[in-house]
């Protein structure tokens, strides 16, 4: 793709374009450089456009050298690029190469047995390569080796993507391929936590929540929440309002604490947010905040949560799990008396602590 323009950042991308085609490392490497320079002072549409061209790039590149070029593909979006010109070409090599890193950990527990799988530490990966070498095909072994190393890189880039793109996160998890390849890694890899959880996250999922005390319910509707002490905040700060209009009086909500939880600046983030209760799901088991909103189980297909009062105090970080992911929640229908009922009817009692 040649940009018609003559700016700095189109250049760069033209360079880097001729680099590609003519196979030309070294060049490759300084035009990213310059790209990198460039973009700094790039407007937004701009950068999309550089990251459109870097995103046909990136289809072409090997594991390795193509991890490193993805964390510039995510860079561009840090720095304000649309995420969308990636999404399909990142899901696509994501899957590859985790899929090869998933093919990585069996052959090296069939040829190694008893040894764990070598750390992904760029130190690692000579005598790695070395011993993978000979005890299979040398392609092979590259191939797997390369990806191994080189999956934290397009992990960095994909949970940059992520959480910037609910397209992102659909088109992620509507590919089986790459959630079996996550669950065979999660064993083998620490840092498979991050990308784990992101491709968990809930968008459009619709949650009923029954508040038990007063016997009120609600249906909401949330998306891009990273775990479940965001979810306690929003739906205080949902919740919260006049009895007549069938809320909840009398929480302590911080305006500070919702913004924070929904999509205000990392500059934002500190203090502490106070819990208003202890959530408990439909057959009565606690719903942890550490947790995340997909671990709640569905009763007929939906998703519910009870809210009970706080057994003892509790409070947490003023933060977003991930910060560059943007929160909702949007109140649906207040459910009529006579329906909450029969719900909170059907829920199991409150379990104490440390019960199942």
């Not at 870097?54 to 090997?62: F, I, K, M, N």
């Not at 890899?189 to 959880?197: A, K, P, Q, V, Y």
Request: charged fraction near 20%.
């Amino acid at each position: 793709m040649i940009f018609e323009s003559a700016t700095p950042l189109a250049r760069a991308c033209d360079a880097l374009a001729r680099a590609r085609r003519e196979r030309d490392i070294e060049a490759f490497e300084s035009a990213t450089a310059q790209l990198w320079e460039a973009a700094q002072t790039a407007p937004a549409d701009e950068l999309t456009t550089a990251l459109t061209t870097c995103a046909e790039l990136l289809g072409e590149l090997g594991p390795g050298f193509g991890g490193e070029f993805a964390v510039l593909c995510g860079a561009l979006i840090e720095l304000g690029a649309s995420p969308e010109p990636l999404v399909p070409v990142l899901r696509d090599r994501l899957t590859e190469v985790a899929g090869l890193s998933a093919e990585f950990a069996a052959v090296w527990a069939r040829e190694f047995p008893g040894e764990g799988t070598p750390e992904p530490d760029p130190a690692e990966f000579e005598p790695t390569l070395e011993r993978l070498d000979a005890a299979i095909p040398p392609d092979q072994a590259v191939r797997l080796a390369e990806s191994w190393f080189g999956l934290q890189s397009w992990m960095r880039c994909a949970t940059t993507l992520l959480q910037n793109s609910t397209t992102a996160r659909q088109a992620f998890h509507d590919e089986p391929a790459l959630r079996a390849a996550v669950a065979a890694l999660e064993p083998e890899r620490e840092d498979m936590t991050w990308l784990s959880m992101l491709l968990s996250v809930l968008d459009g999922e619709r949650l009923l929540v029954l508040h038990r005390a007063t016997g009120r319910g609600w249906r909401v509707t949330i998306g891009g929440i990273g775990d479940n002490f965001q979810l306690h905040t929003l739906l205080a700060a949902t919740l919260s309002g006049p009895a007549a209009d069938g809320l909840l009086e009398g929480l302590t909500v911080d305006p500070a604490w919702a913004a924070v939880a929904l999509d205000a600046p990392q500059s934002s983030f500190g203090g502490h947010v106070t819990g208003s209760f202890n959530l408990a799901d439909a057959y009565g088991a606690w719903i942890w905040n550490e947790g995340v909103p997909a671990d709640i189980p569905a009763l007929d297909g939906v998703r519910v949560v009870v809210l009970d009062p706080p057994p003892y105090a509790r409070s947490w970080d003023n933060v977003r799990r991930y910060p560059m992911m943007t929160a909702s929640i949007t109140l649906d229908e207040v459910l009529s008396a006579d329906e909450a009922a029969t719900w909170l009817g059907r829920v199991g009692e409150a379990k104490g602590f440390g019960q199942a």
